[in-house]
């Protein structure tokens, strides 16, 4: 008889970081759970393996017969980081690298889900239907704006007679609900009886590197 260790998986540690804009602190956890995050997280695999045998290849094995292979540390470590744009469930295996021919020893499952980040949503309050102004009134615009981690931009097009102008509503500081106001002055826009004017809001939200 010939005595043998198998791999050792010691510990496992995950290190989740949302995204900055998001406002949240990253999160450290051991062992395996499904865990819901927000959408492009940096996860990083932490593994400390046993000391025997010398030679172990650490890999995370996913349904569909694919695999990532961690990164070799110092003293029987292993790493690995990942940015979430989809949800990610898998187990851990590790393999002797000197006896190829034996099974590789698997972990539990782990799975983490994604909570997308959703665009906003934006609402004229007022006024709340069409009207008939004089050419030379001024127009109180107010709109709601939300999201789910904060409102960055509110710009207001104004169309007439095939002509747009955007105008940029300030919005600092970001926040989940904003509710702004802008002044549409018709006595600069040089408007005849009968001339139309149609406006519209556009919001974007603090989603990085893309709003």
Request: proline share 9%; glycine share 6%.
């Amino acid at each position: 008889l010939k005595p043998y260790s198998p791999p050792e998986l010691r510990k496992v540690t995950w290190r989740i970081s949302p995204p900055q804009y998001v406002g949240l602190p990253p999160i450290i956890h051991e062992g395996f759970a499904t865990r819901k995050v927000p959408e492009n997280s940096i996860i990083t695999l932490g593994v400390e393996l046993g000391e025997l045998p010398p030679n172990v290849i650490a890999e995370v094995l996913h349904e569909d017969g694919s695999s990532i292979r961690l990164d070799n540390g110092i003293e029987g470590t292993r790493s690995l980081s990942r940015k979430l744009s989809d949800p990610w469930k898998g187990r851990i295996a590790l393999s002797d690298a000197d006896a190829p021919s034996r099974e590789p020893v698997k972990s539990e499952e782990f799975s983490f889900l994604m909570i997308r980040d959703e665009p906003p949503v934006v609402e004229i309050t007022e006024p709340a239907k069409d009207l008939e102004l004089p050419a030379e009134a001024n127009l109180l615009i107010e709109f709601f704006a939300a999201d789910d981690y904060g409102v960055a931009t509110a710009d207001i097009i104004v169309s007439q007679g095939g002509k747009r102008t955007t105008t940029n509503v300030f919005v600092d500081p970001i926040e989940k609900e904003k509710t702004l106001t802008h002044v549409l002055s018709l006595a600069d826009m040089s408007l005849a009886v009968g001339d139309v004017v149609a406006y519209h809001v556009v919001i974007s939200d603090n989603k990085e590197p893309e709003a």
